[in-house]
């Protein structure tokens, strides 16, 4: 591990947590940002829209 010295600064209790904390919020943040700025997300979370039955027709009658 090439940053492993980060460990002598920073106790890996502290760093750790802080760490797995900070990709949650962002995680948070990305989706709560998809769901307030696009129409698609709501939508795919609520099965979008319904399309209605194709009535099939016949060329050969």
Known sequence: ???GKIWTVVNPSVGLPLLL??????AIL???AL???T???PAYWQGGVKKA???E???FG
């Open 57 to 59: 027709t016949s060329v």
């Open 30 to 32: 990305v989706h709560l």
């Open 35 to 37: 769901i307030s700025h």
């Open 21 to 26: 904390g900070s990709v949650t919020v962002i």
């Open 53 to 55: 039955a194709a009535i």
């Open 39 to 41: 129409t698609w997300f």
């Open 1 to 3: 591990m090439n940053q």
